[in-house]
């Protein structure tokens, strides 16, 4: 946008230049007919100053209807698609300084009206989910525990421990489904606090090693050394990254996933995917985050990212724009709840970070995850 030449600078050239061209004319057209015909002088005089007036007047329309007009009635018609609900709606570039900016922070502005409109619908969902998690835990949790003691009951009484197991299965998946939705919805009820990120990956990773979770899949640790601290819960952070490495697990079986840690520093975008006309960035894209664009974090901002990398089959692209959303999920039916990711996304809002899809080195898909330095001190 600094390259490009300024409206003021452009009109003054332009019409500047013309009316050089003209008096030039003018005065060596005067020099010859007064050579020539010094008794029509005059009225060569008058016709040269007609025409320039009528050609200044024509080049002088054409001048501002291309570099005012125009891009004013595109971003005029931007601006009313917009205040009549189109968010796709976005302002074309423009060839002066002063126009490209105003189109650019005006595509800004409305990058801020999805975020906030995302917000708004994100946080009605939580509500309901809220009610409904709160409805299902009282009316379908008492009955379960009835269910499971008349499965004990008949096991006792030597009921087919097949069948039973069986039960006793599919009751433990709808007790799963359940604490996830009050997990989802229910909000964090301890501080903050700063928390050593190379220490929790590290301890989150031993565990499933000692689990025995890692022993389908060739795994690796990549934690850097000098992690800044950030300010979340360490028990919550640990379980978001156990949910993200077990999901690269299911996703990879016999393949490779990689768990890592570095200090990153953020890079803001400004044409984040919030609008279906949008083009894809070059530059690290996020196929989605949780709040994009986040005002608060500054170009170049440190922090740390979290990644876990796997080589399984990705994200397929159309479900990149949903895959944090409660009970969306890629598995095959009876094989997750689609609630995993959403309370990922979740405690990583909640912690001021951003998540995000991308496409990973090893083929499949990397689960990316920034949170900003809160202290100075090192890890």
């Given amino acids: 946008m600094a390259n490009r030449p300024s409206l003021r600078t452009e009109l003054l050239l332009n019409l500047a230049f013309l009316a050089a061209v003209a008096l030039l004319l003018g005065v060596v057209s005067v020099l010859l007919l007064n050579n020539v015909a ?32 125009r891009p004013m009635a595109a971003i005029v018609r931007t601006a009313d ?29 409305t990058d801020f009206l999805v975020d906030a409109q995302g917000q708004l619908v994100r946080s009605e969902k939580l509500a309901s989910v809220g009610r409904m998690a709160s409805g299902i835990a009282h009316e379908v949790g008492n009955p379960l525990g009835a269910v499971g003691t008349y499965v004990d009951v008949l096991r006792r009484r030597g009921g087919d421990a097949e069948i039973l197991d069986g039960i006793r299965r599919e009751l433990s998946r709808i007790d799963a489904i359940v604490r996830g939705l009050l997990d989802y919805a229910r909000p964090g009820d301890t501080p903050l606090e700063l928390v050593d990120v190379a220490t929790i990956v590290r301890g989150a990773y031993a565990l499933l090693e000692a689990q025995g979770a890692l ?28 949910n993200l490495v ?21 890079q803001p975008r400004e044409d984040a995917p919030h609008r279906r006309s949008d083009a894809p960035a070059a530059l690290f894209p996020r196929l989605h985050v949780t709040r994009p664009n986040r005002p608060e974090f500054r170009a170049g901002e440190s922090g740390v990212l979290l990644f876990v990398a796997d080589s399984g089959p990705g994200v397929p692209p159309e479900d990149r724009s949903r895959i944090f959303e409660p009970f969306v999920t890629t598995k095959a039916p009876g094989h997750g709840t ?36 809160t202290a100075a001190v090192r890890s």
């Fill in 81 to 109: 698609a917009v205040a009549a609900g189109n968010l796709d709606a976005r302002a074309p570039d423009a060839e002066t300084r002063e126009f490209a900016d105003l189109a650019t922070r005006l595509n800004r502005m």
């Fill in 338 to 373: 689609g609630l995993g990711l959403a309370i990922v996304a979740r405690t990583v809002d909640e912690f001021g970070g951003v998540i995000w899809v991308d496409t990973a080195r090893e083929g499949g898909a990397a689960f990316k995850l920034f949170f900003p330095a």
């Fill in 38 to 69: 010094p008794e029509r002088v005059l009225v060569y005089v008058l016709v040269v100053v007609g025409a320039d007036v009528a050609i200044f007047i024509v080049f002088g329309h054409y001048l501002v209807t291309r570099l005012v007009l």
């Fill in 246 to 266: 077990l999901n690269a697990v299911d996703a990879a079986p016999g393949g490779t996933i990689t768990l890592g840690a570095t200090a990153w520093a953020w």
């Fill in 215 to 242: 022993r389908t899949v060739t795994a690796r640790l990549e934690v850097r050394s000098n992690l800044p601290h950030i300010r979340a819960r360490a028990s919550h952070l640990e379980q978001a990254i156990v």
